[in-house]
């Protein structure tokens, strides 16, 4: 696995992983916007997996717009699809959301990729959902439902009883 990040320092990435004791003599950390040499580093290594983490920091020099911009994030994502098929590749490509709930940026990434998930939380509660908005390959009507804890994140086995749980507290304030 490759997990190229566009955002965070491999150092802190490093200590967030020994944090949540995570340990991989496979897994390979990179720390670049410029996807010229993230390529470079995809084809040096021949990953089963890349992350890209996010999409809206990185930008093809070639492009003369702004990273984030419609054409980078076409540009990249376009890219990102002609590596992951002709290396057999799966990309994964993270693009964070605003505050009303849409794709920072140009919805356009939505359009482009296979399968599109949401990662939603409340901050007021250490639930999270995952839900697939888009998917070309099965349906999207199933939710994943975690916990964030203090090693990361936990499967929440029972979904009805943390919600039951979640609305009991609620009628009881």
């Known amino acids: 696995v490759l997990y190229v990040s566009g955002e965070e320092s491999a150092r802190q990435i490093k200590l967030r992983a020994e944090r949540l004791g995570v340990s991989s003599e496979h897994l390979y950390i990179y720390a670049e916007t410029d996807l010229t040499l993230i390529e470079r580093q995809i084809q040096q290594l021949k990953p089963e997996f890349v992350i890209i983490d996010s999409i809206q920091t990185i930008h093809m020099p070639e492009v003369t717009s ?3 911009s419609v054409s980078q994030v076409r540009e990249c994502t376009a890219q990102l699809m002609k590596i992951a098929k002709i290396g057999g ?3 994964f490509i993270v693009g964070h959301v605003t505050k009303d709930g849409n794709i920072a940026g140009p919805r356009l990434l939505e359009h482009m990729v296979d399968t599109v998930l949401y990662f939603e939380g409340d901050q007021h509660t250490s639930y999270r959902i995952l839900r697939a908005a888009k998917n070309r390959f099965g349906a999207t009507n199933e939710i ?13 086995e029972n979904p009805s009883m943390m919600l039951l749980a979640v609305s009991y507290t609620h009628l009881t304030l």
Request: net charge negative; aromatic share 6%.
């Open 66 to 68: 702004a990273p984030g």
């Open 89 to 91: 590749i799966s990309v």
């Open 144 to 156: 994943g439902v975690f916990e964030m804890c203090d090693s990361g994140l936990r499967e929440v």
